[in-house]
């Protein structure tokens, strides 16, 4: 079944790439973060983090290591949580002012999102606009190398440690966007799960989310073979569709949040569950990096365009605030019903990964199971009840829907493309599930 999804077509892709930074993985290992810079030639390092972080245990353990190898290290905190241009720019000065040879970043997405983006516009200066993707941007490529990375995540969720992607929030849109290029990968990531310890309840959930979202869209994804045949090689899209690679580390994500997403949430000393989420982040990252993620993802960026008056519980942020991983995964179960005609027996695999009982449900069922299945892991983890659960409702279908079509290739790369009208209806079957 995996094989015939990858089936040669017409004018198809007929080989893909598979990008990774040097990876280390295991408790203790952020300790490492000096020694690993100093060996890649680094003498001053710039590290990026969030005011929150900023002073407590993580952060000083990197510091320490890095002072001990003999790296220079200066700090900028300013990382805001759902980074923006203006926090983009402010790095970047910091990054262009500081006489840097390299990059570590200790956070979560927002950290290693703002580091990425902040290197490009230190090492090449342009409007803002100019690399992200039309409509909104000048799509002109990232023009070169930027600076040796190390990012080290404290959540386990976005990935971002093994992407080449930076989403960053476009105050003239009010929406966030996505900034990609080989040259945002980081050169290491360095995964340590102790980081997670302290992270509450609500955001083990949220990332849990979006980990679990990750690894549903690469699996679903158009394949590989359904995009172009690429001339150039260098010229291959980082959203490349499904392959053998992102199938195989996603389906043991799924796995891993079926198994221990419950768990990691309800006990902080549940190292097992809690290292086992760490490591099925950065499976899904290494998947999603180099398959794409498709409408789950797009029409995320929906509700937190529209959102208002809302704010999560255990977020120092002010309001409108929805975490990431909450803005995905309140359409997904409506999105993947609608999805499954596309790639019924991939949904169907999907959800018996996801811990579903699949009985003698058929493909045609697919759609109903996988849904009914994310429903039931929402309900079991404390996750908002569809678009109301978030302060958002029919009514705002037909605006969110205009500013998601924007996300083309992401778009495109759903085993079954939506158009603008459809993206308002799965909007509205959003609404709430139960
Ligand atoms: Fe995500």
């Known amino acids: 079944m995996g094989c015939q999804y990858f089936e040669p077509c017409d004018h198809g892709a007929d080989t893909f790439t598979v ?4 990876f ?25 983090t969030d005011p929150y972080l900023a002073d407590g245990p993580y952060v000083a353990t990197a510091l320490d290591s890095l002072k001990a190898a003999g790296v220079d290290v200066a700090v900028f905190s300013d990382v805001r949580i759902e980074p923006d241009d203006a926090t983009v720019e402010a790095a970047a000065a910091f990054l262009r002012d500081g006489d840097f040879d390299g990059v570590v970043s200790v956070g979560g997405g927002s950290s ?40 080290c995540p404290t959540t386990s969720g976005t990935g971002s440690e093994c992407t080449s992607v930076s989403v960053i929030r476009l105050n003239e849109h009010n929406c966030k966007f996505i900034l990609g290029s080989p040259h945002l990968l980081p050169d290491e990531a360095l995964v340590d799960p102790a980081c997670t310890d302290t992270l509450p309840a609500n955001a083990v959930a949220s ?12 699996y679903t994804a158009r394949a590989y073979t359904r995009w172009d045949r690429i001339e150039d090689p260098l010229k291959r ?22 198994r221990y997403l419950a768990r990691g949430i309800r006990d902080a000393g549940d190292h097992e569950a809690r290292d086992q989420l760490m490591w099925g982040a950065s499976l899904a990252g290494m998947a999603f990096g180099n398959s794409g993620t498709h409408l789950p993802h797009a029409m995320s960026y929906g509700v937190t365009h529209y959102m208002r008056d809302i704010t999560t519980e255990g977020y120092p942020v002010a309001a409108p ?29 999907a ?5 579903a009982a699949l009985g003698d449900a058929t493909p045609a069922d697919a759609g109903a199971v996988l849904s009914e299945r994310l429903v039931q892991l929402m309900k079991a983890t404390g996750a908002p009840n569809g678009l ?29 493309v939506a158009d603008l009208g459809q993206i308002e209806s799965i909007y509205s079957a959003a609404v709430s599930y139960w």
């Open 19 to 22: 990008a990774m930074p040097k």
């Open 24 to 48: 280390t993985f295991g408790r203790g290992c952020l300790a490492e973060v000096g020694a690993r810079a100093a060996g890649r030639g680094m003498r001053r390092a710039a590290l990026f």
């Open 112 to 151: 290693m999102d703002t580091a990425k983006a902040a290197m490009i516009y230190a090492l090449h200066p342009a409007p803002i606009t100019d690399y992200f993707a039309p409509p909104v941007g000048a799509g002109r490529p990232i023009p070169g190398p930027l600076l040796a990375h190390i990012a």
């Open 207 to 218: 990332t849990g989310y979006d980990l679990m979202c990750h690894a549903l869209e690469c």
């Open 237 to 258: 899209p980082l959203l490349q569709g499904a392959n053998p690679w992102s199938d195989l580390a996603a389906r043991e994500a799924l796995a891993i949040v079926d």
């Open 321 to 349: 605030f929805v975490p990431h991983g909450i803005s995905v995964v309140v359409n997904a179960p409506a999105i993947f019903g609608f999805l499954a005609e596309g790639a019924p027996e991939r949904h169907l695999e």
């Open 351 to 355: 959800a018996g990964h996801l811990g």
């Open 388 to 416: 109301a659960g978030v302060g958002l409702g029919a009514a705002d279908a037909a605006a969110m829907a205009a500013s998601v079509v924007r996300q083309r290739r992401a778009i495109a790369n759903a085993p079954r």
